[in-house]
């Protein structure tokens, strides 16, 4: 009997911990096709073009008069850096960052370059907007969502610009150029880079609270839509 019932607790023990490490394995598999899809790609000719586009635009921008502010990296090296994110990839072929540049003129550079971020974090806002419509949209034509409901739902992405610019928090700053004007005004352009699967999940999370307030009902159809 003794015998028996340490038979069975060796089973149960033996069952549990292939169970566990099953569990383990596949959420390490599914964590490992996470980090895999968020790896960034550049092809050597990507990454050439990208040094000849810097260049060039570095050469511009000096003949125009622009110069880098103290403590900043060489204009070339920043442009540089802008350009290879421009044309980094992620594991499924698709553009890694989200890049946005915008130029302002203010009356001092402190202030035309806070404006110039402002500007470039709308462009971004609007980018990721576009995507996720898209993004979403796709997936209401492959589910048997309710016509009235896909409606509503695309609604509310369609207005959400506001709603996602809200969410822009960890945007990289990469390239700052400023140069003084004949009246003393300062143009100052700036150009940010925003990761692709981060700004989408952050919108997908906002756009999901602004659903509950409105609509339960429509925020729990966002969800099956696997976000």
Do not use: H
Request: proline residues 2%.
């Amino acid at each position: 009997m003794k015998k028996s019932l340490f038979i069975s607790a060796m089973f149960a023990l033996v069952m549990a911990f292939t169970t566990s490490v099953c569990a383990q394995e596949k959420a390490t598999g599914d964590a490992y096709k996470n980090l895999k899809k968020q790896e960034k790609v550049m092809s050597k000719e990507a990454s050439k073009k990208a040094s000849k586009e810097a260049r060039k635009q570095a050469k511009e921008l000096t003949k125009e008069g622009f110069k880098t502010p103290v403590g900043k990296l060489p204009m070339e090296k920043q442009l540089q850096n802008a350009w290879n994110k421009q044309v980094e990839l992620d594991t499924e072929g698709n553009p890694y960052w989200y890049i946005a540049s915008a130029r302002v003129i203010g009356g001092n550079q402190s202030a035309a370059a806070l404006q110039a971020t402002n500007a470039a974090k709308i462009d971004l806002a609007g980018q990721i907007q576009t995507k996720v419509s898209q993004l979403i949209e796709a997936k209401v034509a492959n589910d048997d969502m309710g016509q009235e409901e896909a409606a509503s739902l695309s609604s509310v992405v369609a207005s959400s610009k506001s709603v996602i610019s809200a969410t822009l928090g960890r945007t990289i700053p990469l390239v700052e150029v400023y140069r003084t004007l004949d009246n003393k005004n300062v143009e100052v352009m700036v150009t940010l880079g925003y990761s692709q699967q981060a700004a989408n999940q952050a919108a997908i999370k906002a756009i999901r609270k602004e659903l509950a307030s409105k609509s339960e009902e429509l925020a729990k159809e966002l969800d099956k839509l696997g976000y």
